[in-house]
């Protein structure tokens, strides 16, 4: 059973990159609500969780997860990798994007959005390909408030994201955890987002 000891607040833009303050020279456009339809299907030990809005991803049918298909939300799905908190998981994330967005242009900006955290550190920042395009990997950590019960507490994070940019669609597959549990965690969730196919 999940205990709800973890609730991200600052971790919305983490996840998501959310689009929020975007200036024109953002790779970002508004997007037009449409609704979202998602399914779910177990195939032996797996789940493979379908979005409408253009992306598979397969984990582990034992791990919860928490989907969110609303037209506002940026954030899809999460699957959390541990069974006692919901701060170590690995979620995707769209954004609508700019006809004319580039995957460097998208990188920037969202690298852009994360410098400003308390103790921001950019580990690494690899070229890769996901879901057969083109993609952008990099790993950092910072200092970020976590709701922790009724009190807000600074953690450590340390996070890996990957950037994939398809049909004027951002997609940014992360795993998030604290630095003591990333290297737990990280085989697992490197599983999952290499599982991540376009639909």
């Given at each position: ?7 991200i ?19 970002t ?11 779910e ?11 409408s ?50 995957l ?30 083109p ?30 940019v ?12 604290t ?16 599982s991540?196919?376009?639909?």
């Open positions: 059973m999940i205990k709800k000891a973890f609730t607040i600052a971790l919305v833009m983490i996840a998501s990159l959310a689009v929020a303050g975007c200036t024109q020279s953002s790779p456009s508004s997007p037009t609500p449409t609704p979202i339809t998602s399914k299907t177990v195939i032996g030990n797996n789940t493979t969780f379908s979005s809005v253009g992306f598979n991803i397969t984990y582990p049918k034992t791990l919860k997860i928490n989907s969110n298909n609303s037209a506002d939300s940026l954030d899809r799905i999460f699957v959390y990798l541990a069974t006692n908190n919901t701060l170590d998981s690995v979620s995707v994330a769209t954004t609508d994007l700019t006809p004319n967005a580039t460097s242009d998208f990188v920037t900006y969202n690298i852009g959005e994360i410098n400003d955290y308390p103790n921001y550190q950019l580990i690494s920042n690899n070229s890769t390909t996901l879901g057969g395009k993609a952008t990997t990099i790993v950092w950590q910072a200092t970020v408030p976590v709701q922790n019960d009724s009190t807000i507490q600074n953690t450590t994070l340390k996070v890996m994201q990957t950037f994939v398809n049909n004027a669609q951002g997609y940014t597959v992360t795993y998030k955890s630095t003591s549990d990333y290297n737990t965690y990280l085989a697992q969730a490197q599983r999952i987002m290499n991540f196919k376009f639909n």
